[in-house]
Structures are given as C-alpha cells and as structure tokens.
C-alpha cells in the first residue's frame, strides 16, 4: 500500500487494486469479504465496482476504528468484524452469514502499521519493538529478549530465509545480557554488525524483522487456517483473490490452490491408481500475476507482490493439513 494523505481510510492505495477487482468481477447484490480490512483500500475499491454488501475483517482495533468513516459512506452496505480472518466463519455467522460470492486477503503487515513508529514493524523510525497486530500476546522484544539461541536462529532463518541466522542470533543474545533491547532502531542496528553492515538496497534487518513479526502474530498458521476456511465459505462460482509479499505466504497460497484445483499431479506410475477428492478450484489463470512496471514505479512495496485467484466449484471443501502447506511446528521456532 503507499501513503496518500493523513486522516482517513483514503490515505493508502492498496496494491494491485485493478487486478483484485478483475479477479472478483464484484456484481450487484453480491456479498462478499475483505479479510485483511487495514486502511479499506480493497473494501471501497469493491464497493465502488459494484451495489454489493461488504464484510469487512481485521485483528488490528486501530485499522477497526479508522474504518468508522468508511462505514458512513456507504451506510448499510459495509460493516466491520474484529477478529482474525481464520475465524471469519464465526464472525460472520453472527450476521446469519454461511456464503459469499468474492474473497480477498492481502497477506502482511500495511502501510498503515509499518508507517507508525510506535507500532514497531518497521525501522524506518525508532519505536517499541512490539509488531502485534491485535495489541495482544508476547510482543517481538518479549521474543527477542526471551527466546533462547536455537530458537531465535530458528524464527529468523526459517521465517526470515535469512542466511546470517545464528551470527544474528549470537548477537542478540550477546546485546540483551548487557541491557534489554526494547527499541526497533536498537534492534536494527545489531542485526546490521552481525550482519557486516548495508550491502545493497536491502536493508540487513529487513529479513529479521519480517522473521519477527511473522512469528509474533503467527501468520503463516493464520493464512492456512482462513484459505481453509474461505474455501467453506465461498459457493460454487465464488471467487477468491489472495496477494502475498514473500516467499513463504506465496507457497503455502500457491500449495492450497494447487492441491484444490487438482494441480498436484498424476499419480506414481509404481503405485496404484487412487482417485482423490474432486477439485474443489478452478484456477482463474495459471501461476500468479504481479503488480505492473507503472505501479511499482509509484508504489516501490508492490514490487514484491503476487496475485493468485481461483473460482470455487461445487465439490465438498477438503481437510485441511497445514503440514502439507509447509506449515510445520519449526517454522514457528518450537524444537
């Protein structure tokens, strides 16, 4: 998302807005679910598409609150849940709501959290080390300062694919037995010895954090849990639109869909023929879309974005298995 101006939900584009809405193709008394709410970008971009109903959901009470002017421009037709986008059954089930016609979830932290300093996502300006979305639970300097080695070069080199993990690791812990880290720019600037200092346009904390943050609120398990349950919720002919920033959302997403839409292969030619479940996804292109030259040259953080759609079918929704997704307990820094 890129900043506009301060003050309301309009402040930020949300990236590759044209694509989202093509892939949703919003009509007329549709209902439909912006899962990942943040600043409202994808909300009123549907709203506008079309005369649809809105459900709007988002972990963050600050992203809740600034809603309310969004709200009161389409009266009746957008309300606001405040939850995690897995529970979206249950959120919406309070609305008497058990299908919706359009899904979009815009997986990572927004614009709005990383532009706040006293949020704690970003180093661009010093803050709390906290990056809790939902304010609730262990916060990142709870974890950087409690969690032992082994696990802190776990979190940054699995969920930060970053190369440097233990040197990073060694360093934080050699920094926080001389004194607490508790600030984002303290953080920063160890990683960045550990590391051997800036090499590229990239900053070295960058992985760190993104490890962090992705730890703290436990994403990865959070979008495996609300692509499952998406596909509950979706009728048949319903569309599902999802936009990842790295590597790790983009497999699991990609995996899902794969594994839905009957993209996973052929049998062995060694073992027997077993039919699986039927696909419960068309895919609505093959692969992922990314965000255009013009929009990257205006907004630089959709550099990194992928689009991924698919249309619901008729089939009954599969079990989830988080492990075939790549969701495995290490990921989450457990021995």
């Known amino acids: 998302m890129m900043s506009m101006a301060s003050g309301d939900t309009m402040r930020h584009v949300p990236v590759m807005c044209a694509e ?11 209902i439909h679910v912006d899962c990942t709410f943040g600043a409202g970008g994808y909300s009123r971009a549907i709203l506008e598409a079309a005369d649809t109903r809105v459900y709007a959901i988002d972990r963050d009470p600050e ?15 957008l309300t606001l849940l405040h939850g995690r986008f897995a529970e979206m059954e249950t959120l919406l089930a309070r609305f008497g709501i058990t299908r919706v016609d359009g899904m979009v979830l815009d997986i990572g932290v927004s614009s709005m959290q990383l532009d706040e300093a006293e949020r704690g996502f970003s180093f661009a300006k010093d803050g709390p080390l906290d990056m809790r979305m939902s304010r609730e639970g262990p916060s990142a300097a709870d974890v950087v300062n409690g969690a032992p080695y082994a696990q802190l070069t776990r979190i940054i080199g699995v969920l930060g694919e970053e190369h440097h993990a233990r040197a990073i690791a060694r360093a934080i812990e050699k920094a926080r037995d001389k004194s607490p880290i508790l600030t984002t ?21 960058t992985r760190t954090f993104q490890a962090l943050r ?61 039919s699986g479940p039927r696909p419960s996804f068309s895919l609505l292109f093959k692969g992922h879309r990314e965000a255009s030259e013009a929009e990257v040259a205006q907004n630089p953080r959709a550099r990194s974005a992928k689009l991924r759609a698919a249309v619901r079918t008729e089939a009954p929704a599969f079990v989830l298995d988080e492990d075939a997704l790549g969701v495995k307990r290490i990921a989450w820094g457990h021995a």
């Open 20 to 30: 989202m809405l093509e892939a949703l193709k919003p009509r007329d008394g549709e």
């Open 214 to 274: 992705i730890h703290v609120n436990r994403e990865l398990e959070e979008l495996a849990q609300g692509l499952a349950a998406a596909e509950r919720l979706l009728r048949p002919g319903g569309r599902l639109a999802v936009i990842t920033f790295h590597s790790l959302e983009d497999r699991i997403v990609k995996r899902f869909l794969a594994e839905r839409a009957g993209q996973t292969g052929g049998p062995s030619r060694h073992a027997p023929d077993v």
């Open 185 to 205: 720019l303290a953080l920063a600037e160890i990683v960045s010895k550990a590391t051997g200092g800036p090499k590229g346009r990239i900053h070295p904390a």
């Open 63 to 77: 992203a809740i609150a600034a809603g309310a002017a969004l709200v009161a421009a389409f009266p009746g037709r």
